[in-house]
């Protein structure tokens, strides 16, 4: 079966610091991968989506870039973290069940930024 | 672009009651999807229920049921016999042709013991 793991769970980091969120699958290939940000009390916001290898796609500009170096490998970068990038950041997947287009979501990263 | 609405912020119902959950949504695709996903305090986002926009009938799963009104661009969901394992943020997500998923706002629901 599939799954997806994502680290670390929580990370503490100063401002201007930088930033590494890995996000792997395992039990597919070739899958679509996403990352989402949620900030406190609000609903999720897609940050990037990726394709296929090297294939990114940015939804919201930002302070944050994603790559993708293997085929079920996707990591959120910063060079520089700022206060605004606080918040709740999940990865996910996605596949057809049937005709319908799932996600399915990594348990998530919290991140503070002090 | 499409969105999604879920217009209740909170709710509350006591244990093994009904509730339902309000959510509306806007796109310009024929050919869409409808889901409920639940976080609970764990943050984890778990898929509930999801429905095609084909498709008239409604999307059951155990105690989880959705009433989508095409016409009127609704998609709520019923939970019977409410638990208190079901205590979470609900939300609404939407996705079309462009297989990205919208999501709303959420409503964070509290079942009373």
């Known amino acids: 079966s599939q799954t997806i793991h994502q680290w670390p769970a929580t990370l503490v980091q100063p401002v201007g610091s930088p930033l590494s969120l890995e996000c792997t699958v395992e039990?597919?290939?070739?899958?679509?991968l996403y990352w989402y940000r949620q900030a406190a009390g609000r609903g999720l916001q897609l940050l990037f989506y990726s394709v296929g290898i090297g294939q990114i796609s940015s939804e919201v500009p930002q302070n944050l870039s994603a790559s993708r170096p293997q085929d079920r490998q996707f990591i959120l970068s910063s060079k520089k973290l700022l206060l605004s990038d606080s918040g709740f950041y999940l990865c996910?997947?996605?596949?057809?069940?049937?005709?319908?287009?799932?996600?399915?979501f990594g348990d998530g990263t919290r991140l503070s930024i002090l | 672009a499409q969105t999604v609405t879920q217009s209740q912020p909170e709710m509350s119902v006591q244990e093994a009651e009904t509730v339902t959950l309000s959510c509306t949504y806007d796109?310009?695709?024929?050919?869409?999807?409808l889901f409920w996903y639940k976080q609970p305090p764990s943050r984890q986002m778990i898929l509930v229920i999801r429905?095609?926009?084909?498709?008239?009938q409604n999307a059951t799963e155990n105690r989880f049921s959705v009433n989508f009104q095409k016409a009127a661009k609704s998609f709520s969901l019923k939970i019977s016999d409410s638990q208190l394992g079901d205590t979470a943020m609900y939300f609404c997500a939407l996705i079309d042709g462009n297989e990205k998923l919208t999501f709303g706002t959420g409503t964070r629901l509290t079942i009373i013991p």
């Open positions: 996910a997947w996605s596949e057809y069940a049937g005709r319908i287009l799932t996600q399915h």
């Open positions: 429905q095609e926009a084909y498709k008239q």
């Open positions: 796109t310009s695709e024929n050919n869409y999807y």
């Open positions: 039990g597919t290939s070739n899958p679509n």
